[in-house]
């Protein structure tokens, strides 16, 4: 009788092979009420807490759960432990017979927000994105503000509008006022927009008053997620000053469902970019025994036509950086707390992660199969991919988000 085909014989090179095993929540078509965390391998999801509970193992009350929370607040021994097991599930021949029946086909399945968002927090640590910025809104001045170097520029966001991905965006209205305009006018945006950023998750809480420095970043980050920071840029541009960003940002911040450990990043860290200024101790990482950047190459899409592919490894700040910055004046992190890193652009035209650069600021269409784009129109989908270097020459697959703009009510 020949041997049926198993749905964990990976092809070679498969970027959801048992190095990565990114986690996400999801539900069955049969039980669409029942959400579950699940583990990706390959084409499938692994029901965890089903797995851990067939298998007999300790961690079947961190993974029986219908979201990330417990997992995310067991901390690094535990991340690293449970991580151990849900490898030897997926690659020791004799579990075959128990795991093999808990694996759901990914196209089959329901995918949700893994985790309620605690605080959202977006940065804005790529260079080149903040000197494109500057150029096109203060083309008379220095591209970068005085502080940008010596500290990542940060906002508050709305973590109660954090959607995974596949949520349709809703073109949200607001007040703008071109230069030329006498007074501001409501309506739609006309100038809707995308961020390609990496959204960081944070596991462990600290407590207030408690700066988190460089070197504990690891015990407290569990891991990362692709992340579109939609941005009204006509909203943005009349509100903004002098309190940074507010409604042309607030209505909609997409993420990706899987939720790679940065455990599953090893091979992809990377020494960042040289800094031009000496920095304050506590930002300064030169001592530190891990490289704190990280070397993911992401791609961006519109209507599944590839408009950038925005280089991570640019990033002149690193997550850790952002962290130890975020908390030093003693604000804590709860468990679910997201921050996003700011839009990556590298140094290179298609390398911009925001419409506003690739078309500087509408004045450069783009050509689309179906014709020019300045910003977003009804009924654009964008989507956003990555990947990172894995062990051994892999790929670790970062999955992607998406959205498609449906137009105002
Ligand atoms: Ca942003």
Avoid: C
Avoid at 32 to 53: C, K, Q
Avoid at 277 to 302: H, K, Q
Avoid at 371 to 397: I, Q, Y
């Amino acid at each position: 009788m020949p041997e049926q085909n198993s749905p964990l014989d990976l092809a070679e090179g498969d970027p959801f092979g048992p190095h990565n095993l990114p986690y996400g929540v999801f539900s069955t078509h049969d039980h669409p009420e029942d959400r579950r965390v699940g583990v990706r391998i390959g084409g499938h999801v692994l029901d965890a807490g089903a797995a851990a509970h067939t298998l007999g193992s300790p961690y079947a009350q961190l993974l029986a759960q219908p979201d990330l929370t417990a997992l995310l607040s067991a901390g690094r021994t535990a991340w690293r432990d449970v991580r151990r097991a849900l490898t030897a599930w997926v690659t020791v021949p004799a579990h075959r017979p128990d795991i093999e029946p808990l694996l759901h086909p990914v196209e089959s399945v329901t995918l949700h927000m893994p985790y309620a968002v605690a605080d959202y927090v977006d940065f804005y640590a790529s260079e080149n994105h903040a000197t494109n910025v500057g150029k096109i809104f203060r083309p008379d001045g220095a591209a970068l503000t005085p502080n940008w170097k010596h500290l990542p520029i940060g906002y508050h966001g709305r973590s109660g509008t954090v959607v995974v991905s596949g949520t349709d965006v809703v073109r949200p209205s607001g007040q703008r006022k071109a230069p030329s305009d006498a007074a501001p006018v409501f309506g739609p945006s006309v100038k809707l927009d995308i961020e390609a950023e990496v959204g960081f998750v944070v596991g462990v809480p600290s407590e207030q008053g408690r700066p988190v420095p460089l070197g504990r970043f690891r015990d407290h980050v569990f891991g990362l997620s692709l992340l579109n920071d939609w941005s009204a840029r006509d909203l943005q541009a009349w509100e903004y000053v002098p309190l940074g960003p507010f409604l042309g940002k607030s209505f909609a911040t997409s993420v990706s469902p899987w939720v790679t450990p940065l455990e599953a990043l090893e091979a992809a860290r990377i020494a960042p970019p040289a800094r031009d200024f000496p920095l304050l101790p506590y930002l300064d990482d030169t001592g530190e025994e891990e490289p704190g950047g990280l070397d993911l190459r992401i791609a961006v899409a519109i209507n599944g036509q590839v408009v950038a592919e925005p280089p991570f490894a640019t990033m002149y700040w690193t997550a850790a950086q952002m962290l130890a910055h975020m908390t030093v004046n003693g604000a804590s992190l709860r468990t679910g707390d997201l921050y996003g890193s700011g839009t990556v652009s590298g140094a290179e035209p298609g390398q911009r992660g925001s419409l506003l650069e690739l078309t500087w600021n509408g004045s450069e269409p783009l050509e689309l199969p179906e014709g020019k784009r300045t910003f977003l129109e009804d009924g654009d989908t964008v989507t956003m991919t990555a990947w990172a270097p894995g062990p051994d020459g892999t790929r670790v697959g970062l999955g992607e988000v998406t959205g498609r703009i449906v137009p105002t009510p």
